[in-house]
């Protein structure tokens, strides 16, 4: 009897420990469905990026609201976006300013002025060299960048920096090999030398 008591809690000992791998399976199979639904979203939003006709579609889109903008250059550093829009307000219904920073969050001097209707732009481009904090604005209409046609600019020598070497490397002292004391001067023989 006893051999049967001790069969009987060894098989329910079995049946927790089968349920508790049950569960845990349930929750690995619960996580790998929600992993592939994001997979599924990210691959989505890449593959909308790279489809040529959704980019197409985008570049349509980001050409006709550049239609719609100008480009603001000499823009004074503490000007804000409600002075730039103020100053344009006359043109039409201003939809959006951008003030382009650098990395550390200041001004870089120029801006980009978006509006509802077309229009408008030919009226921005009538307050060109008007002044706003006392400097003039110079105002054109914005280009549409195309992708990929970033010209390559090889680096150009710098007259200051003197000659650079092309080789790996080379010293950019040469040092006599008889320390740093007073170099003995040897002098060419007369027929030889130019100087003489």
């Known amino acids: 009897m006893d051999s049967d008591a001790d069969m009987a809690g060894a098989d329910d000992g079995a049946v927790m420990e089968l349920d508790d791998m049950k569960k845990r399976l349930k929750e690995m199979e619960d996580e790998a469905a929600a992993l592939r639904e994001m997979q599924a979203k990210v691959e989505k939003e890449m593959g909308s990026v790279q489809d040529p006709a959704a980019a197409a579609a985008s570049q349509a889109n980001r050409e006709e609201v550049d239609s719609r903008s100008v480009f603001v ?55 060109n060299e008007s002044e706003l904090h006392g400097r003039q604005l110079k105002i054109s209409a914005k280009r549409t960048n195309v992708p990929g046609m970033k010209v390559f600019r090889p680096p150009r020598p710098n ?38």
């Open 73 to 127: 250059g000499n823009v004074d550093y503490s000007c804000t976006p409600e002075e730039v829009q103020q100053h344009f307000q006359s043109c039409g219904t201003v939809n959006r300013v951008t003030i382009r920073t650098n990395k550390y969050g200041q001004p870089k001097g120029y801006a980009y002025v978006e509006f509802l209707e077309p229009e408008a732009v030919q009226e921005a481009l009538l307050l």
């Open 159 to 196: 007259p200051y920096m003197g000659y650079r070497p092309r080789s790996k490397y080379m010293p950019t002292y040469f040092y006599p090999p008889y320390g740093y004391g007073k170099v003995p001067r040897f002098r060419m023989p007369m027929r030889y030398s130019p100087y003489y």
